[in-house]
């Protein structure tokens, strides 16, 4: 009847003291009740520690006789990362010869747990636990859940083989696209793909296909930012970067490009400099006053295809040139003027001062700091430097 049964019989009834201790020692000597009772209720769940990194604990199983063959099941704690192996026979040697292929490619972990097989138990497995340093924990028999990694990882190889039963392919191809499949598939448990976990990225499969790695996103974006940089051309009205006194940005023309991304500009006050495109802004007609509008008049001619003069013409007259721009200057003329440039030839013999845009600290000091070239009849070009006034003295020798 049961000792609850026993308890609620008993109190309609009788009464004395300790009747509830006394009602459960009779059921508990009594043999019937014994033979009877049912299983105790699960206590709380025990679950494994989760690693910290892949290698440390592997939980192996053998899966079969499964379609005329016996595997190897082993699962990696950390990552979830399965390794199938078929097995020839499940004797102790053959799985040692397995667990040293998976130690050099994976390492040799800390911890392996496995059930209470004969092989798995000889004294043979024992001695090769002992040398690499492996502690081996076992189940308790016939509690296959203590060891549930692997047997859920059992279960999920034999309802996988089975639904491909009808694919194309050998059974070991069959194997091998579920453990692809298997493999860069989020996990349950850590929301991510066991090969992230594993190997650090991801496995390329046919649905990577469908869209462009990181790396191609990439390359097809400089791709695109190198096809986009504005271009000005000769006469372009712009404001530049102003790296002497006065306001930051200063009215300009665009001379002459320079490369791709360096253009000869001449400003408001008739001073030849080169800025890059990230010191150049565009600006519209009237928005300040405009340069040598001469420039403008002929820039016709500059985009027909004729050339500006070469740097004899940047330092023709009795302009101030900077040394610091003159190599620039001269790297963006070419060697013959073409008969298209009269009105810019005109425009380069007037006094021009040629404004700091190598941004050297001597050169910005002061005005003294700059050259004065002087055109001899000849037509080339002479620069005097400024020497400096210094009194050398002489060397003081000591005759020892």
């Not at 138990?121 to 636990?129: L, N, R, V």
């Not at 309802?159 to 491909?164: D, I, P, R, V």
């Not at 091998?176 to 976990?197: D, I, M, N």
Request: hydrophobic share 30%; net charge positive; with cysteine.
């Amino acid at each position: 009847m049961g000792v609850v049964k026993m308890k609620a019989v008993a109190r309609d009834f009788v009464w004395w003291p300790e009747l509830r201790k006394d009602l459960e020692n009779i059921t508990k000597t009594c043999t019937g009740c014994q033979i009877t009772q049912n299983s105790p209720s699960y206590s709380k769940k025990h679950h494994w520690e989760w690693p910290e990194y892949p290698g440390i604990r592997w939980h192996l199983d053998f899966a079969g006789p499964f379609q005329g063959s016996m595997y190897l099941i082993v699962i990696d704690a950390h990552s979830k990362w399965p390794e199938v192996f078929k097995m020839k026979n499940i004797r102790t040697d053959s799985t040692i010869d397995v667990l040293h292929t998976l130690i050099a490619k994976w390492g040799i972990p800390k911890t392996i747990v496995t059930d209470n097989g004969p092989q798995l138990t000889s004294s043979e497995f024992k001695k090769f636990c002992h040398e690499n340093g492996i502690r081996h924990l076992f189940t308790a028999p016939y509690n296959p859940s203590s060891n549930g990694l692997a047997e859920r990882g059992v279960q999920t190889f034999k309802k996988a083989l089975t639904a491909a039963t009808n694919d194309k392919g050998s059974n070991n191809q069959k194997l091998q696209r579920w453990l692809l499949k298997y493999r860069s598939t989020p996990h349950c448990f850590t929301g991510k793909p066991p090969a992230e976990l594993q190997v650090g990225r991801q496995l390329r499969k046919k649905l990577t296909m469908l869209k462009q790695s990181f790396s191609e996103v990439l390359s097809n974006k400089k791709h695109t930012d190198v096809c986009t940089y504005k271009v000005y051309h000769p006469g372009d009205l712009v404001n530049i970067l102003n790296y002497g006194k006065g306001d930051k940005w200063i009215n300009g023309v665009v001379v002459k490009p320079i490369g791709n991304k360096m253009y000869v500009i001449c400003t408001s006050e008739d001073v030849y400099c080169v800025r890059n495109l990230k010191q150049i802004l565009s600006r519209e007609e009237g928005d300040g006053r405009t340069p040598m509008k001469n420039l403008i008049d002929s820039k016709t001619a500059h985009t027909s295809g004729s050339q500006v003069s070469d740097s004899e013409n940047y330092l023709k007259g009795d302009g101030v040139i900077d040394l610091g721009c003159e190599h620039l200057l001269k790297s963006a003329v070419s060697p013959q003027p073409s008969a298209g440039d009269s009105g810019f030839k005109e425009c380069m013999d007037t006094s021009i001062t040629q404004a700091d845009s190598c941004m050297d600290s001597e050169c910005k000091s002061s005005q003294s700091d700059l050259v004065t070239p002087k055109t001899p009849e000849g037509g080339t070009t002479q620069i005097s430097l400024r020497r400096s006034q210094r009194v050398k003295k002489p060397k003081i020798v000591f005759d020892l």
